[in-house]
């Protein structure tokens, strides 16, 4: 294991309000482990192979009484990861209401998909506490606590006042979400307080330098005597840096990955299925931010104004379930299954089918082979932090060259060279077609070339780098060079 820096002599906490791993109950009664999705997860677990963190969070269960220290012996000496146990209504609440139908949608600048109800707020309010009353007993002089994202934003306030009397101990909180510009931020219920909460961190990190001018903006407006300047921003007395960190991926992994014989065996059928056809991929939550109906619809547009592709190019729409209790989703799982019935059935023939929708979950493998047999990948988001599939596509295309699409209002699009990916509006159906009609007919010397800008990036600001950037200016506190 590296270490963050040969003078740290403390622990790294990570805190997020998922372990990476989720427990079900199957009819019998058993439990059933599984990989946890999502970016931040990704994103970690690249990290836990560089560095040594003990890692808090829900396991996505109310786990009985007696089965508590199973889930808890199961994660400590897989993961390394502690359990927060919360009871179903309060985590329904905190997780289904309060994060994912308010916070959510308006990280998003999506009100309309909002919802509400009193009680999320006050639930929001009592997980972030319980957190930190599992937390605390945990921490000594000189660790760091990093806690993540969206569910936890009263946590490094909380934990900042409970652990007062802890020498040199470091707090720092990472965004995985964009960060809105002020007339959404200001919508929410207790702005104020989660302004003061991420101040009081040592560092605060988002995707982009964008967004962390977006927080400051916001901080600006609901509480006074916030600085001017980033360079020297201080709240309380304390000095705070806040910047943007992208996040990466292990693109060697994914390299490797693709010599396994499991990944070999994929392509072989995947490319036995889809002789002769092109492929374009889209993996995706199904989630609203992600623009899937708007990239059906752009693909209908594609085979309607060039019929000359019919039958020579499919489409595989892989739609990871997710959040599945949320009324937003439901809403949108039944617009895109109605979208892709549309579709195949005004393109169809009796030999081909040009959207294969696949609701489930899928194993790596298969994942990687996918990625691995696909001509063009579309990243077609109206909203989104980062999008590590974009990355994770390119570290699978060393062969084939793909084309990546990829929409402006992703966060990928920052880091990203423009001229490596084919740039698309999802909002503009008639020309997201012309996109993919380029795309599908880019030439291998273009191909490659974009290829290899792309690369540069993605092989160099891997999840390790991004971990150790922050951690490092925690440590230092010295702001990090762009
Ligand atoms: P988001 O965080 O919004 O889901 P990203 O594109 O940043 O979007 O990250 C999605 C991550 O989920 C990727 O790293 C991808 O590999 C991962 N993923 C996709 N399918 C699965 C799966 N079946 N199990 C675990 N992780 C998955
Ligand atoms: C995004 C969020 C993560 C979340 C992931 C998956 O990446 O930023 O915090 O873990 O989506 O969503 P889920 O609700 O299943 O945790």
Known sequence: MDSVDPDFEGRVLVVANRVPISIKTTQEGEFEYS???????????????????????????????????KVRRHLQDNFN???????????????NGFSNSIL???????????????????AYQEVNEIFADNIVPYVEDNDMIWVHDYHLLLLPGILR??????KNLKIGFFLHTPFPTEDYFTILPFREQICRSLLLCDVVGFHTNQYAKDFLE?????????????????????????HGFPLGIEADEWKQKLETDAVKQELANLREEFDDQKIILGVDRLDYIKGIPQKLRAYDRFLTDHPEWVGKVVMIQLA????????????LREEVELLVGRINGKHATFKHTPIHYLHRSVKPEQLCALYAVSDVCIISSIRDGLNLVSYEYAACQEERKGVLMMSTYAGAIKTLPPSSVILLNPWDAPRFAERINQALNMGIEERAKRHKEMMHVVDTWTSVKWGKAFLQTMMKMEIPKD
């Open 104 to 122: 959510w949608p308006l990280l998003h600048r999506m009100p309309d998909q909002a919802g509400s109800d009193e009680r999320w707020s006050k």
């Open 81 to 95: 990861a502690v359990p927060i146990f919360l009871s179903e209504t309060l985590a329904e609440m905190h997780y």
């Open 161 to 166: 006042e409970r652990l007062s009397k802890k």
């Open 218 to 242: 916001s901080a600006r407006i609901v509480l006074k005597g916030v600085s001017k300047s980033p360079s020297d921003l201080h709240w309380n007395r304390r000095k705070v840096i806040v």
């Open 35 to 69: 990989m946890s999705s999502g970016g931040l997860v990704s994103g970690l677990k690249g990290l836990a192979k560089a560095i040594d963190f003990k890692w808090f969070g829900w396991p996505g269960i109310d786990v009985h009484r007696n089965d508590k220290d």
């Open 320 to 331: 990871i379930p997710t959040r599945e209790d949320v009324d937003a989703y439901r809403r």
